[in-house]
């Protein structure tokens, strides 16, 4: 058994959260490690930490996920530390939840990591898309826990919530039930709608020869701020979890002249909840259309062996395993320089940046380069002067070797991305 972990925290207006986690002997992840990522994602929405207790366990208890007797020690801390809330470290089922919020003081709240990440994802969606997705998550979430939730209410100890203003009973439940699937499939009806006008722009820049880069990684690794250091994007980037959901594309221009673009796609996280894959799906397709993913990885995070195996599962999942990736190192301002020589002899085909400092962005823009005109085929072309239309389209998707005006037109050697080759091949001279 250990012993809680306890905090001092002054501030009365600020909810006081009590942690817990269990031990289990296949976790991929050290329990300290997992405890502390909730305490950030506590934090990022906007409560305090009081206490983190956690047991040892072979399997989650089928009742009460942890023992009965561990369940009354935290209902006796609860009391004692006047918490607000106790927060669950792994998704509970909707009886475990029940039953522990019966052992629990009546004004204390029981949730679990996926109902924390869900509030941070309501908190910090801005476009609506991303709250579209955020509501059909609540809502797949709260279907199955409608039914505890009346139970909860039936015994007096909610004072509110969900479906308080009508009368208790089954047939009220079942009523609200109904509700909620008609709330579900009236999302994702206006989803669908979205994703055909997301979808549509993707063709777009598919069918224009636009390189595509997206930018993915496990949350906080510093996406954005490599999109604000290349684009100027001026993307929200903070040192908090999930600051940012929705997904950005900004153009960049590489040092021979050739366009492409990137997109920063919200962060992934260890446990990510099936229904927050599910409902991103949309925004998630932003990675499996992309021709290059950069994977970001927060060098100076402890743990960055195991977020970086967290997001290539989630790659695996949406079907993005065979894009072709470069891992980003980034973060390398806030670690020693013997760590960076460890990592580099551990990942030889890695590049290392800081995206804060810029150290390394430029290395990285040449890895980028090379990859983006490696099926690029060389053609020597003659111009007439009246198409001028093509030669701004040769500077911004093709990479010039050598440009030549004579009477005849202009006179051009360049690398073409394969979707831009028809329109150039009529006028070619040789290749």
Same mark, same amino acid.
């Given at each position: ?106 004004? @204390?709240?029981?949730? /679990?990591?996926?109902?924390?990440? =869900? +509030? ?8 609506? $898309? !991303? #709250? ?102 001026? @993307?929200?980037?903070? /040192?908090?979890?999930?600051?940012? =959901? +929705? ?8 040092? $021979? !002249? #050739? ?173």
């Amino acid at each position: 058994m250990s012993k809680p972990h306890f905090i001092d925290i002054e501030d009365p207006l600020v909810e006081r959260a009590l942690l817990v986690g269990i031990e289990r002997p296949e976790s991929a992840w050290p329990l300290a490690e997992s405890l502390a990522e909730l305490e950030r994602l506590t934090s990022t929405a906007g409560a305090e930490v009081v206490a983190t207790i956690s047991q040892k366990l072979e399997s989650p208890h089928p009742k009460t996920f942890i023992g009965s007797g561990k369940a009354e020690e935290v209902a006796g801390l609860c009391r004692s530390l006047s918490a607000d809330m106790v927060i669950f470290d792994d998704e509970l089922s909707p009886s475990q939840q029940t039953n522990l919020e019966k052992l629990m003081p009546k004004e @204390v709240k029981v949730i /679990d990591r996926t109902a924390l990440i =869900l +509030d941070i994802f309501a908190l910090h969606a801005t476009s609506k $898309e !991303g #709250r579209l997705q955020v509501r059909l998550a609540q809502n797949e979430y709260l279907l199955p826990r409608l039914r505890g939730m009346w139970a909860h209410l039936a015994a007096n100890r909610m004072g509110g919530g969900v479906g308080s203003r009508f009368g208790e009973g089954e047939s009220q439940l079942e009523v609200d039930r109904r509700m909620v699937r008609n709330r579900i499939t009236a999302i994702k009806r206006e989803l669908k709608q979205l994703s055909a006008v997301r979808e549509l722009q993707r063709e777009g820049r598919r069918t224009s020869g636009i390189f595509r880069l997206a930018l993915t990684g496990y949350t906080n690794a510093g996406k954005s701020s490599l999109l604000n250091r290349l684009t100027n994007a001026g @993307v929200l980037s903070y /040192d908090k979890l999930f600051a940012t =959901l +929705d997904s950005t594309t900004r153009r960049y221009v590489l040092p $021979e !002249g #050739r366009e492409i673009t990137l997109t920063d796609t919200v962060g992934f996280i260890q446990k990510l909840p099936t229904t927050l894959v599910e409902a991103f799906k949309s925004t998630l397709s932003e990675i499996v259309g992309a021709d290059l993913i950069l994977h970001i990885i927060d060098a100076s995070s402890s743990g960055y062996a195991a977020q970086r195996k967290a997001v290539e599962d989630v790659l695996q999942q949406i079907g993005a395993q065979n894009i072709r990736r470069i891992e980003v190192f980034n973060k390398i301002d806030l670690i020693d320089p013997e760590l960076i020589l460890a990592l580099t002899a551990r990942h030889p085909e890695a590049v290392f940046i800081s995206a804060q400092s810029g150290e390394g962005i430029s290395e990285l823009i040449e890895h980028v380069a090379k990859v983006a005109s490696a099926h690029d085929r060389l053609i020597d072309v003659l111009l007439p002067f009246e198409r001028g239309d093509l030669v701004s389209l040769a500077h911004e998707r093709c990479h010039i070797v050598s440009e030549e005006h004579s009477e005849r037109g202009t006179h051009i050697a360049m690398q073409v991305p394969a979707p831009c080759m028809g329109a150039f091949v009529p006028y070619a001279v040789t290749e």
